[in-house]
């Protein structure tokens, strides 16, 4: 994770892709979503999603571990050249999360992230507050997924 | 939702999860988010002529969710009206709010469901 001060708006970044598999989309469903459209092709065809679908939240947290996995390894180049790497504080929330379209078994989601807005928090000294819009596309370069994150980033330089 | 979904050390190891913000273990926020989608299936969506949801208008993750908590998710309907884009359907916006065993809230999330409306024999 870098430091609050090495955020700048506007910097993007791509945070990997994944692939909904059928078996991956009804195993996700059986333990947290269970509405039929997440479960039966069947069921899917017929509902507003036009085939078997994916639950919101199961793209939500595909995106999650990706981007966990994209730091973590941002983490390994940066201690490698020597540079100190910042402990990620938790997220307070998001705003402005939708699933624009149906993420449908077979398709490959690509996620990528872009900061927004960057401020020092009030409450907590030594630490910034960062806005990440992060998106998720489908394999037709179609927009499917996008939400407004919030997280508690380190200051490098603690007295600012 | 397995660990591997948000493998940082607040989620995954007590020892190192004393030194961060939350000061101690605590469940991703993720993995909540998808208790209450299970809760609230189980409570009425699983009974309701749900087609799915547009979205999240916002979510706000108040308290650490800590190793044995009880989960309470309490619902209110916020907003109830016909889509404007789809007449066979309505969209209710819910308020849920996720409470420990000792009445903290450690979510509060306000959502669209689009449901299916009687008079119009939509699937349901």
Not at chain 1, 24 to 40: M, N, T, V
Not at chain 1, 104 to 118: N, P, V
Not at chain 1, 131 to 160: M, T
């Amino acid at each position: 994770m870098r430091f609050f001060e090495d955020f700048a708006i506007g910097d993007r970044r791509e945070v990997g892709s994944f692939t909904f598999t059928a078996e991956d989309i009804k195993r996700f469903a059986r333990q947290f979503d269970p509405q039929r459209f997440h479960l039966s092709e069947e069921e899917g065809r017929n509902s507003l999603f036009g085939g078997l679908a994916a639950s919101g939240w199961h793209v939500a947290a595909v995106y999650m571990k990706l981007l966990v996995a994209d730091i973590q390894r941002a983490d390994r180049e940066a201690a490698a050249r020597g540079e100190e790497v910042a402990v990620a504080g938790p997220s307070p929330g998001f705003r402005e999360l939708r699933w624009i379209k149906p993420v449908l078994a077979g398709d490959t989601i690509s996620f990528s992230s872009e900061i927004e807005t960057k401020r020092t928090s009030e409450s907590r000294p030594g630490w910034g507050i960062v806005q990440i819009r992060n998106r998720g596309s489908n394999q037709h370069g179609e927009a499917v997924f996008s939400f407004l994150g919030i997280a508690f980033v380190p200051l490098r330089n603690k007295s600012d | 939702m397995r660990p591997s979904s948000d493998p940082q050390p607040m989620h995954l190891d007590e020892e190192a999860a004393k030194h961060t913000m939350l000061q101690g273990l605590s469940g991703s926020g993720w993995h909540l988010c998808s208790l209450m989608m299970r809760m609230m299936f189980d409570g009425f969506i699983g009974r309701a002529a749900s087609l799915g949801s547009p979205g999240v208008n916002e979510l706000r993750w108040l308290a650490p969710l800590r190793p044995g908590d009880d989960v309470t998710l309490d619902v209110d309907v916020t907003e109830a009206r016909v889509s404007r884009s789809r007449p066979e359907t309505g969209i209710v916006t819910f308020r849920g709010i996720a409470r420990n065993a000792r009445g903290q809230a450690l979510c509060e999330m306000v959502s669209p469901i689009i449901i299916g409306r009687r008079d119009t024999a939509g699937r349901g």
